[in-house]
């Protein structure tokens, strides 16, 4: 089994940064594209950052220029750089991999594989 677990969230004033981690543990053998996807009350869960095993990210529009992704790949973590945050940066953020583990003899894929999530709150 494998599992992705976040850190890092927290309450923060607007315009102050905040750094989300995620780790993935078990039997990993490949982090394919990592994301951040986050989620405000009322909301649907929305993309925010991702980030291919080649190290190449994209971003939605609302965060771009503000928020910046990346990972190590020897750590097994990606992680989520926000800086000039907003009160609409609120909620919770999670993270979701594409990734590889080995079960036994054999090798799985887990397309969609997510977090429990973190809550980010950004007081104006």
């Known amino acids: 089994q494998v599992q992705l677990v976040e850190s890092g969230g927290g309450l923060v004033q607007a315009g102050g940064s905040l750094r989300l981690s995620c780790a993935a543990s078990?039997?990993?053998?490949?982090?394919?594209?990592m994301n951040w996807y986050r989620q405000a009350p009322g909301n649907q869960r929305e993309l925010v950052a991702s980030i291919s095993g080649d190290g190449s990210s994209n971003y939605a529009d609302s965060v771009q220029g503000r928020f910046t992704i990346s990972r190590a790949n020897a750590k097994n973590t990606v992680s989520l750089h926000m800086s000039s945050l907003k009160p609409e940066d609120t909620a919770v953020y999670y993270c979701n991999a594409d990734l590889i583990y080995q079960s036994g003899v054999s090798l799985r894929r887990v397309p969609d594989s997510w977090g429990q999530g973190t809550q980010v709150t950004v007081s104006s």
């Open positions: 078990g039997s990993i053998v490949s982090l394919r594209t």
